[in-house]
């Protein structure tokens, strides 16, 4: 019963007892006043009541501002681990509709192994009642998965008693894939030591063994060239037809080697990189080979090439590889015919080197650009099959690609391409 109630009920007895005017009036006149300050008292505390209700909406409103705009998902679970409240960021992580979260069990949108790992982790945070912390991995409705870790913690009621768990949970994708980068990172430099380690051993092996090799090669091609100039026609057409052999194997050996220093010596002018305009390289090219040109009564064209950024060495010996490829591979008949050409596309050049010559088989489009591979017999076409193999390494190692399209019997179009940096 509150004051003013009492104060009405002894008002009222007042009323009863009392049979004198003067006495009833005067105690009226006391019992309004009193009235009168019991809901001045009231209206205060009203007033009181209405502001902490006002503070407290604003408190209610700013919470469920904080709880759904929050960058961390909130998951309101049951004692049964049933969903029965989740803010925006838990609907956007696990990409589902709200309606479909609701009243779902929390183990559905993770997957199998993870399912275990949860349930281990809500069963330690009811044993303790202390929050506990796990890293689990999440499923989406369009079959996405994220890694995220998840802190959980009970809920419980006015009096005291267990209602439920909160969950939080973090998307830790991000950190997963960093901590992956960097054990990655981290393998690479390893690799990348152990590369430059065995590519140094691999140098020096090669300069040796080439270095001792053509040692050999040097006396076995004096002492035969001897023998040729002594006993020539002296012997036998045998042993002469023998000794040329000799003298053959020998220079096409050593051509061979000197074939693999350059080829392993590719690469290692990277810094020596420049603008070039390509007609420039293009026509040192044309120089190296004037005379073969001239002796076969070639012809080679080109459209305006453009200005490119590389090895301008390098990029010779690309158009002069090329080139003479053309030039010794060309028909008994026609006198070669060889055009360059340029184009751009995005962001690099694709150069094309065509002729008229002999061409090939598509089978043996890619056969040709490795060390030594030959469609011919041994001498029935010069060289040592290594031109074609140097211009897919130079051109590989400044990150474009080379291919060739032929037809037997037409001609041959060798593409490169360059990044126009």
């Known amino acids: ?3 003013a109630d009492k104060i009405y009920d002894i008002a009222e007895k007042i009323l009863h007892e009392t049979t004198g005017e003067g006495i009833l009036h005067e105690n009226v006149i006391r019992l309004v006043s009193e009235l009168r300050i019991q809901q001045s008292a009231l209206e205060i505390q009203n007033k009181e009541l209405r502001k902490t209700q006002v503070s407290l909406d604003k408190s209610r409103k700013k919470y469920l501002e904080l709880y759904n705009l929050s960058s961390v ?39 199998d192994d993870s399912q275990i790992i949860f349930s281990r982790c809500m069963k330690k945070t009811l044993e303790t009642w202390d929050t506990q912390e796990c890293e689990v991995e999440f499923i989406r409705k369009d079959k996405s998965h994220f890694n995220a870790n998840i802190k959980s913690r009970i809920i419980l009621d006015e009096m005291e008693n267990f209602r439920g768990f909160q969950i939080a949970v973090k998307d830790i994708s991000a950190n997963k894939m960093v901590e992956e980068l960097k054990k990655s990172q981290k393998r690479l430099n390893e690799v990348i030591t152990e590369l430059e380690q065995s590519n140094s051993e691999l140098q020096s092996f090669n300069f040796i063994t080439s270095h001792d090799l053509q040692e050999p090669l040097r006396t076995m091609g004096s002492y035969a060239g001897l023998l040729k100039r002594r006993y020539k026609g002296k012997i036998d057409e045998d042993a002469d037809d ?15 080697i000197i074939g693999l220093q350059e080829y392993s010596h590719l690469g290692r002018k990277n810094s020596n990189l420049e603008h070039f305009n390509a007609e420039e390289v293009l026509n040192v090219a044309l120089f190296n080979l004037q005379y073969v040109i001239k002796e076969c009564h070639g012809e080679v064209t ?17 158009f002069q590889n090329l080139i003479d490829n ?3 591979f060309r028909k008994k008949v026609f006198p070669p015919r060889i055009h360059v050409s340029a184009k751009k596309e995005n962001n690099e050049y694709v150069f094309s ?9 598509e089978q043996y489009t890619d056969r040709i650009f490795e060390v030594f591979k030959r469609l011919h017999p041994i001498g029935e076409y010069p060289g040592v099959g290594m031109g074609l193999a140097v211009v897919k390494r130079i051109i590989n190692l400044n990150g474009g ?10 001609g041959s179009t060798f593409y490169f391409t360059i990044y126009n940096k």
Do not use: C, W
């Open 1 to 3: 019963m509150t004051k």
């Open 73 to 111: 998902g909130f998951f309101t679970l049951n004692k049964e681990l049933i969903v029965k409240n989740v803010n925006l960021e838990g609907i956007r992580l696990v990409g589902r509709n709200k309606s479909d979260i609701i009243n779902a069990p929390f183990v559905l949108f993770l997957t």
């Open 242 to 256: 023998f000794i040329e052999y000799i003298i053959s194997g020998a220079s096409r050996m050593q051509r061979m």
């Open 302 to 318: 080109h459209d305006t090439l453009p200005v490119i950024y590389g090895n301008k060495e390098e990029i010779t010996k690309v």
């Open 326 to 328: 053309a030039l010794k």
């Open 353 to 361: 080197v065509s002729d008229n010559g002999i061409g090939m088989e």
């Open 401 to 410: 690609y080379v291919l060739v399209e032929s037809k037997l019997g037409i």
